[in-house]
């Protein structure tokens, strides 16, 4: 489908190509999104940053996505959460496990400045796929809340149930292709390294 997350960055960029002159704010979800959003800011002449949003792991499944935590602490639970042992213990040792990791990151992130504002801009919400979809709505309930102009999710692919959990955070979605047979984001690329935080930090900081 992808050759890696540059051939689907200049793809999405493409799809995006109606937003470029308009200064959008792409805004990654670390750390695998963050080259493709420096790739499509580039591209239609907008600002890179990055919005800081975790999984909740499943008990004993490390991959597995019970929910999302943002960093003001909102949280997502997907209705199936319950059903493999997301305990109400659990997810609050979990959610500060993962605040303690965004912490962290926005503090080498991000060190010299602090988050660009999205009020009134046109945000363009990137990641390298959605799985559950857990982690983008928590990232666009976190940007709603500072009144975007318009609020736009971009993957190159997702399984349509989390399309349709997605839509109504989002003013708008862009998804260049929906599998019926869905795994994992990594199928759907034939090269997908882990993107690595000092890789983040110097993207961000050469921007």
């Known amino acids: 489908m992808f ?3 540059e051939d689907a960055a200049r793809r ?3 799809a995006l190509v109606q937003y470029r002159g308009q200064h ?11 080259p493709m959003a420096t790739i499509i800011a580039d591209a239609l002449g907008g600002e890179v940053d990055v919005v800081l949003v975790r999984k909740l792991r499943a008990p004993g499944n490390q991959e597995f996505a019970i929910g999302s935590v943002d960093e003001t602490g909102w949280t997502y639970l997907g209705d199936y959460a319950g059903q493999v042992g997301g305990s109400t213990q659990y997810i609050e040792v979990e959610k500060a496990a993962q605040l303690k990791v965004m912490r962290e990151r926005r503090a080498s992130y991000t060190p010299i400045r602090p988050p660009l504002d999205p009020s009134g801009r046109i945000v363009i919400v990137v990641d390298d796929g959605l799985a559950t979809g857990s982690t983008m709505i928590a990232a666009l309930h976190a940007l709603r809340a500072k009144s975007p102009k318009k609020l736009i999710c971009a993957v190159p692919v997702a399984p349509l149930d989390s399309l349709s959990k997605v839509r109504p955070y989002a003013d708008e979605v862009v998804c260049l292709s929906a599998p019926e047979m869905f795994y994992a984001v990594g199928q759907f690329y034939q090269s997908f390294p882990q993107v690595s935080d000092e890789e983040v930090i110097g993207l961000l900081a050469a921007v």
């Open 3 to 5: 050759r890696d997350r």
């Open 24 to 34: 959008p704010l792409v805004l990654a979800i670390p750390r695998g999104a963050v």
């Open 12 to 14: 999405l960029a493409e």
